[in-house]
């Protein structure tokens, strides 16, 4: 079968879900990871012989499964990662965040843990980075680590993942913390994209809307214990009421806007 051939197949069935080009970067998703093939593919007219290979996973991408968890992988800042649905897609957002802690911390030998790691992808690449740096994640899913651990393993890189309830234990010092933590209220369920709320797994999504910054208070405030340098990724409409809280503790801080130029980047450092 014609690559051209299946690629308009894809395109035909999957704008039913999605806008013309998310669908083709799904086709060329799968293309790749089946054939490590380019879209140079295509515009050649070669052929597969794994049509019917493309044609099931093209079933699983009609029900809405995100594209990373039909093929298990997800790239992460150069690394090809093992994903399921028991941890969130890592996002481009999350990229920059590690792009903006490598860049402040350039051969860092300290010690540094991401909480709720989820598939380990933020503390894989700062080991990747930092092969002298002690690395850790932590969670509190056991399932999250399982994948964080295979890709540790796979991608033969030294990080510690360990299961952890940040708001009811206490937590090591750490010279740095990173955290993408939950922060959607339940509230704002009926805005999220279907497939989302479908695959993706809701303890790592959703927060109780009585105090959706819980988990960005509690981190902050072991941080200052330990005067730790803390990093987050949040919600841009959470902007006024954090920037209000860290000023009234006295906290300085700094937000670095998004691809999207969105204020979703946040730095907390302690004198």
């Not at 879209?39 to 012989?49: I, N, S, W, Y």
């Not at 028991?86 to 792009?99: C, G, M």
């Not at 790592?204 to 214990?225: G, M, N, R, S």
Request: glycine share 4%; hydrophobic share 40%; with cysteine.
């Amino acid at each position: 079968m014609q690559l051209g051939v299946l690629k308009a197949l894809f395109t035909d069935k999957l704008t039913k879900l999605y806008r013309l080009s998310e669908a083709e970067n799904i086709f060329y998703m799968v293309l790749y990871y089946l054939e490590k093939k380019s879209k140079t593919a295509v515009l050649l007219g070669q052929e597969t012989m794994l049509g019917d290979t493309y044609v099931t996973l093209l079933q699983s991408l009609m029900d809405g499964k995100p594209v990373q968890y039909v093929l298990n992988e997800a790239p992460f800042y150069g690394l090809d990662l093992f994903v399921d649905e028991t941890v969130l897609i890592p996002r481009p957002e999350t990229e920059q965040l590690v792009h903006w802690i490598l860049e402040d911390h350039p051969n860092f030998q300290g010690s540094v843990v991401d909480i709720g790691t989820g598939s380990g992808c933020i503390p894989l690449v700062l080991k990747k980075h930092w092969p002298y740096a002690q690395v850790s994640g932590c969670d509190i899913s056991t399932e999250a680590l399982k994948v964080a651990q295979r890709n540790s393993k796979e991608q033969n890189l030294d990080v510690i993942f360990f299961q952890k309830n940040i708001l009811t234990e206490e937590l090591e010092p750490y010279d740095i913390i990173v955290s993408n933590p939950p922060y959607i209220a339940h509230s704002e369920k009926d805005d999220m994209h279907e497939n989302v709320l479908e695959y993706e797994p809701h303890i790592a999504l959703f927060v109780d809307d009585t105090d959706p910054l819980l988990f960005y208070k509690t981190i902050i405030l072991l941080a200052h214990q330990q005067k730790s340098t803390c990093y987050f990724e949040t919600s841009e409409y959470y902007r006024p009421e954090l920037d209000n809280w860290l000023k009234e503790h006295n906290f300085s801080f700094v937000w670095q806007p998004d691809f999207q130029d969105k204020d979703r980047l946040l730095k907390v450092t302690f004198d």
